[in-house]
Every structure is written in structure tokens, then in C-alpha cells.
């Protein structure tokens, strides 16, 4: 069974409150997720299999550095992704690819993107317009705060402050508090 964003990051929100179950859970559902990340990426099976524990392991070790805020799926494959560059740099491999097979692994991975931006699309949606643009501005388009203040007309102290309540807003949300 395929598992959503929603699923993995309930679980390991619950896990990082010390949720024992959720957390096994979680590395249950990641097991065939990994596998078929790293199928889609050419590695031979064996190796397939190795890369999953190391990620595992990585996740494991790494998950205090989980960021409750982003999608956990992005945070996820950046993990995933690093552990498959270590493993090509180690084994002295370089990967080359005909142009015209090139559109499936790029489609691949603006599918993950995809699928991130819907995610982050949907929390989003459960705040208010003015909020949800401030977020949207600072957050994930990159402007300053004195950039964001000219463009909506508040100053920038009110743009700070609604900047960090509407994070503390999401961040309940994603944790199943509101």
C-alpha cells in the first residue's frame, strides 16, 4: 500500500512526540517507498536494498533535524537522494543516459516536486488570504521583509509578525493541534 505525505508525516510527527508504534509504522510504509525511489533510479537490487537501510539508518539518526514545517517527503528524498551519490561516488560510477530517456527521470523527480508544492498548496489553503500571501512571499518566493512590507502595504514589523504567526499557525496544524 502506497502511503501519502499525510501518513508519513503524521507518523513521524507522532514518533518525534516518542510514538513507538507510529514510528514503526513509518519505517514500515518507507521501506517500499525507498526501494522503489531507488529502483526508478537504476540501482541493481542488491544495492536497492543496502541504500534503504542506509537510509533508514540515516533517518533514524537524522530525525531530530526534521523541520515539522516543510513536507516530509521532501526532507525524505533530499536523504535518499544523498545516499544514492554517495553510493555512485563510491562504487566510481557515472551515470549517463540517452536524451531521448531523459524526460522519464526528470519527469520523475518534478513529479516529487509536484507533489511537494500540492502539499504545501494545501496547508496553505488553511489560512487566511492576507496570511497565506506573507508566507508565500517571504517564505517561498524569497522576499525580504522590507520587499514584502512595499508590495502589501504593511509595514515591516506587521510583515515579522505575521510571518511568525502564520508559521506557529501551520505548524499546529501539521501537528493536528487545530
Known sequence: MQHGE????GWMLASLAGDGEAYR???AALTPHLRA??????TARSDAEDLVQETLIAIHTKKA???PTLPFTAWLHAIARYKLIDHFRKAGVRRTL???EAASVIAGEDNEAAEAARDVEQL??????ARRELIRDVKLEGLSTAEAAAKTGLSESAVKVGVHRSLKKLSQIVRGRV
Open 98 to 100: 540517452p536524451l531521448e
Open 25 to 27: 509504522r513509518l519505517l
Open 37 to 42: 525511489y531507488y529502483a526508478r533510479r537504476g
Open 65 to 67: 533535524s526534521y523541520d
Open 6 to 9: 499525510a501518513d508519513l508525516k
Open 124 to 129: 496553505l489553503a488553511k489560512l487566511p488570504a
